[in-house]
């Protein structure tokens, strides 16, 4: 894959937004490094890392890992021997063992469920001691703390005393010579790292003390009394020595921190490796991205992708219009056709960019039933090329990527091309394109291109490794709805565009008037396909919305069932226990009636009480067993049901009219409201009408109307007999006082379907007409909704 593709496809940016939310120099590294791979299993094994640690991010606490600074710069300082860094550096290396600590706990109890990233994490030597001993030594500022060694501690100790001694002498000798004319701002400072007081210099001698140096007016000298001269001595030593102990103390922790040089290394390159692929984490949960399905070999189905940097540009997910497209399964060729700024572009760039992110190990911004195959060379000519530099027109810059790109193409090459053929005369480049696509699948190559040329939307047709595809277009507001249709060609819609953007009327009607007839034809054809496209997207939604709703129906009644079940079993239950406790009760009753009736020698009294008891007892059991009892009858078939009898659905609780019955299923569909419902026998009951009896007038001839069926067959009819049947069916149906009736006239060439539709607009007896859903016949059937009287 060469550079001029990656960076048209914009993969540098990729990169980029994971450069910069990398945590350490290693991990920008790898970011920087990326580059797309052709080895299955590394990009298998790079996919489910992305994914687990994605999971990590969407499920689990926050992650531990933190910034860290360049740890292998210290660290090759470090591999001398004697040799020793900053105190604030070996702080920073405290932090990096802390984060490895803080990594190696974090993944306790995750190790099962994350084993890919686990694996990194195992790989990680705590160096405990040596965070230990640096912690010991050094503060938070990076100063040595006397912690570090007894003799640092002894030093500062004796230093500080030492230091008090001079300032204490000094002190007493600035106070000896203070008097009211003297100054009072005289103070102990330093020069020449020893204490000194100021004097005049009309009060130095040579036995005064040592200068070492004066104001700037000369009038006052700073001077080292020679009662503080081996005090100062001895202090300067105290100092030299610790700094002597500090230098010891630093290469001390250097050699610890040598001693594990290759193990803090490699725990370095773990915690890199496992930044980069937490910032593909972070990036994916941000882009709101799923792992694809990988296969090996070259395949794309790409299912509501959208392009990354797209997501990244506007507020809401929704504002980007979803992608569906699949390519090297039924077909190895795309040709996209459509309006200018309509999303051709845009169609090819997430194509390609999408499946170099797939084989960099990441994941995208796609449905998790997508899947994404591996290709070895990835081809793009997109956007205007032309180089003054170079001499180089636009068409000539196309021409020389396309050369290089049949060179190399292959049965595992992706090929993308923008307005191919374009810059030149229109049948030279239609020619010339058609031959390209054609070079390209005798390679076996895989291509997308888009294109303006109506002669390469025929292509299909000839040969049936090319499909075409569209950007839809809303015919109504003039404006493009950014979505791909799949198996059909589409139209620029230049004049349509030019008119809605201000162009003269007499010019957009010359315009049309030039266009060819084929031309003019092939474009009508193109835009009644889509406008009869988008109605039964339309219709498809519609019947989603119901299916949707009819399913809401379904759980409800189902949760309805199962509550009355359980609450029965409830009832049940406790029933049984008070029945239970009954039980126990009467045996020690009936206990205590026996004793009474063997003392008593069963005297009339006893036995007629006993016997009363018993009868209490016998009808409390019924009454109790009656209320456990659940009355079910088991379903019986209503023999007399028939088509077009109103029955009682019972588990919709709602009013309806038969249809037709399935022996093998044992169930009818039935029609009620706009909806057809196929229900079992058992949920059906007969609704049985009482008509009221007529009287009928003296003469006049009555005879009762004839049953009147649902539907009506036109098939095989000529248009005007269908016609005429309608007609006369209506009449009928009008009178019978029926709701809905069905038109059936097959699918075939349409014509029925088309005259028997603009006849119901003209008859008067006809509220509306529609085409059956799915469920109905689809469009083979005309559902006929008639007025009521």
Same mark, same amino acid.
């Given at each position: 894959m060469d550079e001029h593709t990656l960076n048209k496809l914009e993969f540098d940016k990729i990169k980029n937004l994971l450069r910069d939310i990398c945590h350490t120099p290693a991990g920008i590294a790898r970011a920087e490094s990326l580059y797309p791979r052709i080895n299955y299993d590394q990009i298998k094994k790079e996919l489910a890392e992305t994914g687990q640690l994605t999971e990590i991010l969407r499920f689990e606490e926050p992650f531990v890992l933190q910034t860290l600074d360049p740890i292998d710069t210290y660290l090759s300082r470090l591999k001398v021997q004697n040799t020793y860094i @900053? /105190?604030?550096?070996?702080?920073?290396?405290?932090?990096? =063992?802390?984060?490895?600590?803080? =990594?190696?706990?974090?993944?306790?109890?995750?190790?099962?469920?994350?084993?890919?990233?686990? @694996?990194?994490? /195992?790989?990680?030597?705590?160096?405990?001691?040596? =965070?230990?001993?640096?912690?010991?030594?050094?503060?938070?500022?990076?100063?040595?703390?006397? /912690? @570090?060694? /007894?003799?640092?501690?002894?030093?500062?100790?004796?230093?500080? =005393?030492?230091?008090?001694?001079?300032?204490?002498?000094?002190?007493?000798?600035?106070q000896s010579r203070r008097s009211s004319e003297t100054r009072q701002d005289d103070v102990i400072t330093i020069r020449d790292n020893r204490y000194v007081i100021p004097m005049p210099t009309s009060d130095v001698t040579s036995r005064t003390g040592v200068i070492h140096g004066h104001s700037k007016t000369g009038m006052t000298l700073f001077v080292e009394p020679m009662a503080t001269v081996e005090m100062n001595n001895h202090l300067r030593e105290l100092i030299n020595d610790e700094e002597e102990e500090i230098e010891r103390i630093l290469i001390d922790i250097g050699d610890s921190v040598r001693s594990q040089f290759d193990e803090f290394r490699h725990n370095y390159e773990m915690i890199g490796i496992i930044d980069f692929i937490h910032a593909k984490g972070r990036l994916a949960v941000r882009l709101d991205c799923n792992p694809p399905e990988l296969v090996d070999g070259p395949y794309v189905n790409l299912k509501e992708a959208r392009h990354p940097l797209l997501l990244i540009a506007v507020e809401k997910k929704s504002q980007v219009v979803p992608l569906d497209i699949h390519l090297a399964k039924e077909f190895d060729c795309i040709v996209i056709t459509g309006p200018n700024m309509g999303g051709k572009t845009v169609a090819l760039k997430t194509v390609g960019l999408l499946a170099l992110m797939v084989q960099s190990g990441m994941l995208i911004p796609a449905h998790k039933d997508s899947a994404v195959g591996i290709f070895h060379n990835v081809f793009a000519d997109i956007g205007d090329e032309q180089s003054i530099e170079l001499s180089l027109s636009t068409f000539s810059s196309h021409i020389s990527k396309i050369i290089g790109a049949l060179k190399n193409c292959d049965e595992n090459s992706l090929i993308l091309m923008d307005e191919l053929g374009a810059g030149t005369d229109p049948v030279e480049g239609s020619a010339l394109g058609e031959a390209i696509l054609k070079k390209i699948l005798d390679c076996k190559g895989k291509a997308i291109i888009t294109t303006h040329y109506s002669a390469l939307k025929t292509l299909p047709e000839k040969d049936k490794r090319i499909q075409n595809a569209s950007l839809e277009f809303d015919q109504k507001t003039l404006k493009p709805t950014y979505r791909l249709i799949i198996g059909l060609p589409g139209s620029s819609y230049a004049i349509e565009m030019a008119k809605r953007l201000g162009m003269p009327q007499d010019v957009v009607e010359d315009a049309v008037g030039l266009m060819g007839t084929q031309e003019r034809n092939l474009t009508e054809l193109i835009e009644r396909m889509q406008s009869e496209t988008q109605q039964a997207e339309e219709a498809r939604k519609l019947i989603d919305k119901e299916k949707e709703d009819v399913d809401k129906l379904r759980k409800h009644y189902v949760e309805r069932q199962d509550k009355i079940a359980e609450e029965q079993q409830a009832y049940k239950e406790k029933a049984m226990r008070e029945a239970r406790e009954l039980v126990e009760s009467t045996r020690g009753r009936l206990e205590q009636l026996v004793r009474n009736i063997k003392e008593q020698k069963a005297d009339k009294q006893s036995v007629k009480a006993a016997h009363k008891f018993i009868r209490e007892k016998q009808d409390e059991f019924r009454n109790r067993l009656d209320q456990i009892k659940v009355q079910k009858e088991p379903p019986k078939k209503d023999e007399s049901l028939s088509p077009g009898d109103r029955v009682f659905i019972e588990n919709l609780r709602s009013e309806g009219e038969l249809l037709d019955y399935n022996e093998k299923a044992e169930s009818w569909r039935v029609q009620t409201g706009s909806m057809v419902a196929t229900v079992k026998s058992n949920l059906l009951k007969k609704i049985h009408k009482k008509e009221p009896k007529r009287s009928i007038p003296s003469g006049v001839n009555y005879a009762p109307f004839e049953d009147i069926p649902m539907q009506l067959s036109v098939r095989g009819m000529t248009a005007e007999e269908a016609v005429t049947a309608v007609e006369k069916y209506l009449d009928s149906v009008s009178i019978a006082n029926l709701e809905t009736v069905y038109i059936l006239h097959g699918k075939g060439t349409g014509v029925l379907r088309k005259a028997v539709g603009s006849y119901l607009r003209t008859n008067p007896l006809v509220e509306n007409h529609r085409l059956g859903y799915f469920n109905e016949g689809g469009s083979g059937v005309t559902v006929v909704k008639i007025k009521k009287s």
């Open positions: @900053a /105190s604030t550096e070996y702080l920073k290396i405290a932090h990096f =063992l802390r984060v490895c600590h803080n =990594l190696k706990h974090y993944m306790k109890g995750k190790t099962d469920k994350y084993p890919l990233i686990n @694996a990194y994490v /195992s790989e990680i030597q705590p160096g405990h001691e040596v =965070l230990q001993k640096i912690e010991k030594a050094i503060d938070k500022t990076g100063e040595i703390m006397d /912690s @570090a060694s /007894s003799r640092l501690r002894k030093i500062r100790i004796e230093k500080q =005393l030492v230091r008090n001694k001079i300032l204490a002498k000094l002190e007493s000798m600035i």
